[in-house]
T-cell receptor, first 114, second 114 residues
Framework: DGGITQSPKYLFRKEGQNVTLSCEQNLNHDAMYWYRQDPGQGLRLIYYSQIVNDFQKGDIAEGYSVSREKKESFPLTVTSAQKNPTAFYLC?????????????FGDGTRLSIL | AQSVTQLGSHVSVSEGALVLLRCNYSSSVPPYLFWYVQYPNQGLQLLLKYTTGATLVKGINGFEAEFKKSETSFHLTKPSAHMSDAAEYFCAVRDDSGYSTLTFGKGTMLLVSP
């Protein structure tokens, strides 16, 4: 079955450490997205990418970085500059067909501070 | 800029009762609207979408929503709640950025009691 795989499911970060969250999709989707979810805040867009080797900042990009070297992969790095990284992180993807298609989501990674 | 307002962070119903989750939006372009459901520690699953055409949209699990342009609303309903409907529900609107990004509401937690 096609889908989006996020790993790991749980991740712990020490102070001053960078950590990378993995997102892989086998849906042949062009566009991929990273969201941060905090209780009562809904989903907030961190970064997104429409094509390989190109990506744009979302609403809360500070303290995060991404790469898009392959169509199926869009890893997110939470850097030490992100002072409040504890959250649930969701990756999504969609096609870029002429008619807008809804985003498909992975099952998320929960990041906590040690 | 787009925005989504979901009235009520928590809604409680009895099993068998009507479910009504409210969503109002603002958009500078013809809106594409979505409802997603999230179960604990999981990603988001698409319930239904409105893009063009019929304003009453039927989704999975017996849910439906009606697009009312004059009221800028897209409320989600289900005639009879089931215990398995207990989850968090998110309304979203397509952004006008041309990048197929979404703006999400803050979510409504549906609680179903026996």
């Amino acid at each position: 079955d096609g889908g989006i795989t996020q790993s790991p499911k749980y991740l712990f970060r020490k102070e001053g450490q960078n950590v990378t969250l993995s997102c892989e999709q086998n849906l042949n989707h062009d566009a991929m997205y990273w969201y941060r979810q905090d209780p009562g805040q809904g989903l907030r867009l961190i970064y997104y990418s429409q094509i390989v080797n190109d990506f744009q900042k979302g609403d809360i990009a500070e303290g995060y970085s991404v790469s898009r070297e392959k169509k199926e992969s869009f890893p997110l790095t939470v850097t030490s500059a992100q002072k409040n990284p504890t959250a649930f992180y969701l990756c999504a993807s969609t096609t870029r067909d002429r008619e807008y298609q809804p985003q498909h989501f992975g099952d998320g990674t929960r990041l906590s501070i040690l | 800029a787009q925005s989504v307002t979901q009235l009520g962070s928590h809604v409680s119903v009895s099993e068998g009762a009507l479910v009504l989750l409210r969503c109002n939006y603002s958009s500078s372009v013809p809106p594409y609207l979505f409802w997603y459901v999230q179960y604990p520690n999981q990603g988001l699953q698409l319930l239904l979408k409105y893009t063009t055409g019929a304003t009453l949209v039927k989704g999975i699990n017996g849910f439906e929503a009606e697009f009312k342009k004059s009221e800028t609303s897209f409320h989600l309903t289900k005639p009879s709640a089931h215990m398995s409907d207990a989850a968090e529900y998110f309304c979203a609107v397509r952004d006008d950025s041309g990048y197929s990004t979404l703006t999400f509401g803050k979510g409504t937690m549906l609680l179903v009691s026996p």
